[in-house]
């Protein structure tokens, strides 16, 4: 027995079958992300140095070219730039695209770490990163209260910033703005010099009175108690208290004798403001594999909760900029399209088929083979992304051709004065081999794509393979749902001038005629000029080519998209 025969004579079991696809489908859909392109990362790994004072000549010499020479043997190497400014140096590593760029990292970094023993010993510890599209912040806000400025920081950083920290897919948190407090000791030269003091011993002497550190604990019969020395400086009395040495007459010399101590705030090297407001920004960052729909979500959550728990101080967060709008609004914007096609590609099944029966029969299996695939797209760990939806977008067309070429033969056969179960199990059978040809002409083009190597193989995978799922679905439904339905349900249709759509067909048939006939003189025309024809084809062909080589049609990696956002920047 073959699967049509069997969908023939057991229909509820196919749609048992189809049921239970259908509800797996929509678990998937529920289970699926959004995002705005398929995770990808750039072949490229970069380590930046920091050398406080360092001139660019000296960073070059003592920094930059001793981490060039140590990564240059890395397998795989295609390009290394490097640059050298005052205080900082920075390697740019770029990989061939086969090449794992987590396993480039590691190399890179087990490189540098032999070597980190040559640098400068005042050079802070080289920063080993890799270039990743997620990186980019998804939330940048301003958040102010009624506090003192200098306060508001401090509670920022210790209150705000760690409950947000703490939510999950949130990788880093940066501040911007704001006026950080800072303990101010202004020492008078005369003094140091008539007490017979340095600054290399004031200095040793704060940071020694500044500690706070564990002394071992106490146990009794019953408990046991930590002990520790809390010795850090609690306001700025106790640093003008501190005693720093003794007079020649033998009297303590304090701080306060020597400097004059402020507390104030620090040198401001940035200022955040939103809609003219000074304000504290922070920019919130997720991590790699997070979602950036879900991290949004959850932390809109959480800021809503910190306005609620600390009203007394007027808390309020103002969101500038959230990446996961522009996600959903470009989701929602193919989703619509998606919408409008299978609305579409209904008008135009009725219009040919005359026939609202055959018309939902051939509508029934893009919402069966659509549904079945977003349960694979969550077994394989994809997202509703621009490149996964726009497949879904372009296989409508796809998913309808096997159903049409059986439905059509079943029709076929029914005209031919069979009954409707032999004229679909014979109309399946026959024209089963061309149905799976078409379906074989999309896999044959799809599949290779997915097995691409490199970002380009990130971007196409996922589209790629959604494709093939859902083609492989819709000609599993051509073979089996279909001709279940037209068994049953088609009929012979008549068309007739007593009836609004019989009226339609007869005028559409006539237009048709019309058109075939038009093509089959050009086809006419065609044949008995072959070498015309030929002719004319190679110069299109040619002419296609110079179209990209005269520079009327451009080549870019990703083309630009317009987010409604301006940003200035200016330079002094």
Known sequence: MTLTELAIKRPILIIVLYLFLGVLGIF???QLKYDLMPKMTAPVVTISTIYPGGSPNEVETSVTKILEDAVTGLENLKTM??????????????????????????????????????????????????????????????????????????????????????????????????????????????????????????????????????????????????????????????????????????????????????????????????????????????????????????????????????ADINLKFDIAQDASTFIMASANAVKTDLGLAIILVAFVMLVFLHSIRNSLIVMIAIPTSLISTFFLMYIFGFTLNMMTLLAMSLVIGILVDDSIVVLENIYRHLEMGESQRPAALRGRNEIGFAA????????????????????????????????????????????????????????????SKKKILGRFGIWFENLFSKVNASYKSTLKWALDNGGKVIIITLLLFISSFMLVGMGFIGNEFIPSVDRGELIVTLEF
Request: net charge neutral.
């Open 81 to 310: 730039r490097s640059s050298s400014a005052e205080s900082r140096s920075f390697v740019y590593l770029e990989f061939e695209q086969s090449v794992d760029v987590n396993q480039a990292l590691q190399d890179a970094q087990r490189k540098v770490n032999e070597v980190a023993d040559r640098l400068p010993v005042t050079a802070k510890k080289p920063v080993i990163s890799k270039i990743s599209f997620d990186e980019i912040p998804v939330l940048r806000m301003a958040v102010r209260s009624n506090m003192q400025s200098k306060l508001f920081y401090q509670f920022v950083l210790d209150k705000v910033q760690p409950q947000l920290a703490k939510i999950g897919g949130v990788g880093m948190i940066a501040l911007l703005g704001g006026e950080q407090r800072e303990i101010r000791v202004n020492l008078d030269f005369q003094r140091l010099q008539s007490y017979g003091l340095s600054l290399a011993m004031v200095t040793q002497t704060i940071k020694a009175s500044n500690l706070d550190f564990p002394t071992g604990n106490i146990k009794d019969s019953e408990s046991q108690f930590v002990v520790r020395v809390a010795g850090k400086f609690t306001d700025v009395d106790d640093l003008r208290e501190l005693v720093i040495g003794k007079s020649k007459t033998g009297g303590d010399i304090k701080l306060g004798d020597i400097a004059d101590i402020h507390d104030g705030i620090t040198e401001p090297v940035s200022i955040n403001r939103l809609n003219g407001v000074s304000s504290i920004g922070l920019l919130v960052q997720k991590t790699t594999d997070a979602n950036t729909v879900e991290v949004s979500a959850n932390v809109r959550k959480q800021l809503k909760q910190l306005e609620k728990d600390y």
């Open 436 to 495: 799976l040809s078409i379906t074989m002409v999309d896999i044959v083009v799809f599949l290779p794509l997915s097995l691409i190597i490199g970002m380009i193989g990130n971007f196409l995978r996922e589209y790629a393979l959604v494709v093939v799922f859902s083609t492989l679905m819709s000609l599993a439904v051509s073979f089996t749902i279909t001709p279940m339905l037209a068994s049953r349900f088609t009929r012979l249709e008549h068309l």
């Open 28 to 30: 998937g859909f529920s």
